[in-house]
Structures are given as structure tokens and as C-alpha cells.
């Protein structure tokens, strides 16, 4: 195992082109009647910080899974900080390529995308044990183009499809049912705590647009337009959103702001120009961002 090293200081699925140099970084939330803080940073990935360090998911509050590929390399697996004893552990080793973990609480096993190591490149969500126990295998295994994902239960899920232009589609009981919700959409799929999903819609090349997708009306609405060239977000526990915009770290809520996101931290102080993409733990005192 290595050893946590903590100094005080986008892409979509494919293999086919050259990663990213991307980076760990993790923050300390906090909020009083001061207002919305954040604390830290703390640089995670210095073991590899000329590789790829990407797709960030926290399982508990002590537990991190994300992607990793060695520096030079267009292969990738998944690997986890254990914060409670300071350790990374290698969770896959395979010829193939797998992204974004995302754990299955319901099967007691954590699902990703699985990247064929053939020519044929076929993305498949694929779906682990957690004891890592055997190989795994597909969910909805006639998916072949599937890049990003949620699933809302067992046999349910929305998924970023790889077309052109990419569409957000559900599917239920193994794929036999599909409905497409939207078409120019961006990767990140989340929750709102009564299951609806939230996403964001690329209207134009100028206007994106955070939208929920309301499950009981099967309709989509426009929440708010999200920041500049940005489609990564978390949601927080009182339903609030956080989101980043070149090197500034933005919060809409709501019930507090309405129609604008305020800024809640500016990166360029650490040399940091661009943060994508971000995971909240669920006591919501933690957060990772991908630095590029």
C-alpha cells in the first residue's frame, strides 16, 4: 500500500486519447452564522501528480474511491483513500480501463464504466463485489456506449449516453425499457434527496442550465444557469448546490439565493486555475475537487 500524503498547499470516457494530468485536492466545510467556509486544502495525489487522478466519490465519510492512471498511460483503475489510517488501495487491476465508481449500498458491491482493452472500446457499467471476492460483471450488460451513470434503484437507471450529441436516457428491467429525457447534456448525474435527478443541459455553447428531472411528473424544469463552461456539481444535505467555474468555487441555494450563485472560494491563490470535478462526503464536511 502506499502511504497518504497530505501537504498543506473533464474528459469523457475514452482511451483513445491522452489523459489529463488531474489532481486530488481535499477542503474541510464548515458553516455558522458567519456563513459558508472552507477550509484546508489539503493535496492528496502527490504520489502521482503527473498522472491522472480523476473522478472523485466518496463511499463513507472515511472512504474515497477514484480513478487513476500512471503518467504516460491511457489505462486506468479504480483506487481508494482510506482517510481513518492514511492508506490508498488498489481496488482494480485490469487490463481494461474503468471510471467512475459509484457505490451499490442495496447489492453490497460498487458499480463503474469498464472500458473494453480491445479494439472495440465498448463501455459497459460494470458492477464489483466491495470484498472484491470475484471479477464482477455487466448490469445492463446491452449498453455498449454508456459514459457516465446513476442508478436511482437496483433495476432503474439514468445514463449519459455516448452519441452525438450525448442524450440522458432511463432505463428499467435490464434495458428492455428506455426514455430519453434529454440531448446535449453534460456528465454529471446526481440526487435531490427525494430522488429526483438533477443534470445539466447544454442549451447552447454559451448556456448551460442545471435542470431536474421530477420523477412523479416525468417532466424536466430549469433550476438555474449554471456558471461559465462548467457541468460539474454536488448537492449538499439542505439541498443546496456547489459547483466551480475556472478556479472559483461557487454555492447556489435556493431558498437563500434564488437566481445566483455566490462565490465561496477563489483556487488562483494556490496556483490553481481550473476545478472540474467534485464528490461531498455525506456528513457534508468534506469535499474533493480535481484540479487540472
Not at 465519510?61 to 479504480?78: H, N, P, R, W
Not at 458491491?109 to 470475484?134: G, K, L, M
Not at 450563485?261 to 469535499?287: A, E
Amino acid at each position: 500500500m502506499f502511504k497518504l500524503c497530505c501537504l498543506c498547499v473533464g474528459l469523457c470516457v475514452t482511451t483513445t486519447a491522452q489523459l489529463p494530468v488531474t489532481n486530488l485536492v481535499l477542503l474541510q466545510l464548515s458553516e455558522d452564522e458567519k456563513g459558508f467556509t472552507v477550509h484546508g486544502p489539503n493535496f492528496l495525489t502527490n504520489f502521482n501528480k503527473s498522472g491522472y487522478n480523476n473522478q472523485p466519490r466518496f463511499f463513507s465519510d472515511e472512504v474515497l474511491y477514484f480513478t487513476m492512471g500512471k503518467a504516460g498511460s491511457q489505462q486506468t483503475d479504480i483506487y481508494a483513500f482510506r482517510f481513518s489510517d492514511s492508506t490508498i488501495i488498489q481496488i482494480t487491476d485490469t487490463r481494461e480501463s474503468e471510471y467512475s465508481p459509484k457505490l451499490s449500498k442495496e447489492r453490497n458491491s460498487f458499480n463503474c464504466i469498464r472500458v473494453d482493452a480491445d479494439s472495440t472500446q465498448i463501455q459497459r457499467i460494470w458492477e464489483y463485489p466491495i470484498d472484491r471476492t470475484h471479477s464482477g460483471g455487466a448490469r445492463f450488460s446491452s449498453i455498449t456506449n454508456a459514459g457516465y451513470y446513476h442508478f436511482k434503484h437496483p433495476d432503474t437507471m439514468a445514463v449519459f449516453m455516448v452519441t452525438d450529441p450525448p442524450e440522458l436516457s432511463l432505463f428499467q428491467n435490464t434495458a428492455s425499457q428506455k426514455l430519453t429525457i434529454s440531448k446535449n447534456i453534460g456528465r454529471c448525474i446526481e440526487e435531490f434527496s427525494n430522488s429526483d435527478l438533477a443534470f445539466i443541459h447544454k442549451y447552447s455553447e454559451k448556456h448551460w442550465f442545471l435542470k431536474r428531472y421530477i420523477w412523479a411528473e416525468r417532466k424536466s424544469e430549469i433550476l438555474i444557469e449554471m456558471p461559465a463552461g462548467t457541468e460539474d456539481f454536488v448537492i449538499l444535505n439542505d439541498e443546496s448546490i456547489l459547483s466551480a467555474s475556472g478556479s472559483t468555487l461557487y454555492r447556489w441555494h435556493f431558498e437563500k439565493t434564488f437566481n445566483r450563485w455566490d462565490p465561496i472560494f477563489d483556487f488562483s491563490v494556490y496556483g490553481w486555475n481550473k476545478v472540474s470535478r467534485m464528490s461531498v462526503n455525506p456528513s457534508n464536511n468534506l469535499l474533493v475537487i480535481v484540479i487540472e
